[in-house]
Every structure is written in C-alpha cells, then in structure tokens.
C-alpha cells in the first residue's frame, strides 16, 4: 500500500512516520521546499517524543519519503490524507484555504482511484465542499 500525506505539521509528519513504522510505504508531501529538505536530512520541524528516531529508521528502510511534487505522488498512491493547517481566523471559524487549495491540486492531478481522507480540523460539510471542488477540476 502506499499512501501520500499532504501537510508535514503535527498531524501530517506524525501520521506518515506511523504508518511507515507498520510497514507502509508513506510520501509526505509540502510546498515548503526547505523543510522537505531537512526533513530528509532527519531535521524534523516538530518536537514528538520518539519522532525523530521513527522519522530516520524509516526513511533508512525507504519506507518514508518526502517530495514537493504532489502530481508525482498522486500516480502511485492508493490513500491520500489531507494535513493540512486549519489556522483560525479572525472570528474563530477554521481558516480552509489551504484544505480548498489542495482539494483544486488534487483535482488537477488524480488519475486513478485515490482514497482522500481528510485529517484536518475542520468543519461539517467541508468533505462535501472538497468533493466538489475536485469534481470540478477532473
């Protein structure tokens, strides 16, 4: 099996370095060209007790990946998760610019049967609103 994450933050990097951990074959996705880099280095951007040695054990056995290439990513994977950060805005609602964005790639690039499973803080109705916006660009 192989699954993409889109988001290395809290949810996305912990989340990818689990399911490497059990064996599955995980490539985290980010536009933030240098935290890829440097997580393939082994320089993680969060503190998580035992993290970091999960994180360098499996990209060692090749099981972990990193890329800022979500088109590549999408070609082979089975799962997509979506970590994206829901910061709050002014009023407290869930600021989803950044899910609806990567909802629109998504659309663009899918070409086969993916599972989206949308792992970020957000609201009833977004999984609609993102169905809907891939939809609209496949």
């Known amino acids: 099996m192989k699954i993409a994450i889109v988001g290395t933050g809290y949810v996305g990097l912990v989340s990818g370095a689990c399911f490497a951990e059990i064996g599955t074959h995980v490539t985290c996705i980010d536009i933030d060209i240098p ?29 972990l990946h990193f890329s800022t290439d979500i088109k590549d990513v999408l070609t082979n994977a089975r799962n997509c998760f979506l970590c994206c950060g829901t910061p709050p805005q002014h009023d407290g609602s869930a600021d989803l610019q950044y899910v609806y964005q990567v909802a629109e790639t998504i659309g663009k690039y899918i070409n086969n049967y993916v599972l989206l499973v949308n792992k970020s803080t957000v609201p009833v109705g977004t999984g609609k609103k993102v169905r809907e916006i891939i939809q609209a660009e496949t």
């Open 35 to 63: 935290k890829i880099e440097k997580s393939e280095k082994g320089i993680i951007p969060i503190y998580e007790p035992g993290l970091e040695d999960i994180v360098a054990r499996n990209y060692k056995a090749e099981r």
